[in-house]
């Protein structure tokens, strides 16, 4: 079962990473391209996916709209993994003075939905892919430093790393080879979490105009430009896309922990 639950996974995540590189050297139609006569047209031949209230192929957004998707999610995730990870471990590790004022400023950034931060970037910087990407990554830098301070805790608990501080060996080395190394796994199912729901937000900054700019094939936009009376399936079509790709990440996770975690193999 949990094979299984790790190729539907792979399969799932596999079909967005294949359509964002096939969409940088191939589309059936210019995805930017308006053609009114074709206007609504049905899934069909030469439109495979129809065309949305534009005329434009949808098949042809979808791939490219792939592209955004991954961008923001690994933006957001390495912004978030590479500012979060290193206090959390920090904080773990028993700086209390500056654990305290790293918790406080977590709490209040914590309070702040990455909604707001996109409000708050756009009108400052214009909406933008990057602007939504950055503030899903700074929305997302309390979940990482308070995942990677309570694994680092478990893990200052333990004898062997008593041993390694009783023989002198230097904080930031006991950090890197003993607290990092155990702390991964759990660090990779929060990445793909995180991976996954910053599609999701992508695409409702999208909906609402506040991530890529119009001309720019998006998922959320897609939705946000599906008419439901003249042609329901151009909604239909992206809002799968989301699902399996939330879907994908998130079970992709679950197998990165499967993978990683010592405890998860003794029990294979």
């Not at 799932?12 to 059936?28: D, F, I, M, R």
């Not at 031949?45 to 042809?60: C, E, K, N, Q, R």
């Not at 923001?72 to 305290?100: D, K, N, Q």
Request: with cysteine; charged share 10%; proline share 6%.
């Amino acid at each position: 079962m949990k094979k299984l639950t790790v190729i539907i996974g792979l399969v799932c995540s596999g079909l967005v990473v294949v359509a964002a590189l096939v969409s940088l050297v191939w589309t059936p139609f210019d995805p930017r391209k308006v053609d009114g006569p074709a206007r609504f047209a049905p899934p069909g031949w030469p439109h495979v996916l129809g065309t949305d209230a534009f005329g434009i192929d949808t098949a042809s957004r979808l791939l490219v709209g792939a592209q955004t998707t991954l961008l923001v999610g690994v933006v957001a995730v390495a912004l978030a993994a590479v500012i979060g990870v290193p206090l959390g471990v920090f904080v773990g590790m028993g700086h209390r003075i500056a654990g305290e004022v790293v918790a406080r400023a977590s709490d209040i950034l914590f309070a702040l939905p990455a909604l707001l931060l996109a409000i708050l970037l756009a009108a400052a910087l214009g909406a933008s892919v990057t602007t939504a990407a950055v503030a899903i990554g700074i929305a997302t830098i309390p979940v990482f430093q308070r995942m990677a301070r309570a694994a680092t805790l478990t893990v200052m608990s333990q004898d062997y790393i008593l041993a390694a501080q009783v023989s002198g060996i230097p904080g930031g080395v006991i950090a890197i080879r003993h607290v990092l190394p155990n702390i991964t796994p759990v660090l990779g199912v929060q990445a793909a979490a995180s991976f996954s729901m910053a599609i999701l937000a992508e695409a409702g900054l999208s909906y609402l105009g506040l991530s890529a700019p119009q001309s720019t094939p998006t998922w959320g936009r897609m939705l946000h430009d599906a008419n439901l009376y003249a042609a329901p399936i151009q909604a239909v079509i992206p809002g799968v896309a989301i699902a399996v790709a939330v879907l994908g990440f998130n079970l992709l996770g679950d197998g990165v922990r499967d993978y990683l975690d010592p405890r998860m193999k003794e029990l294979r």
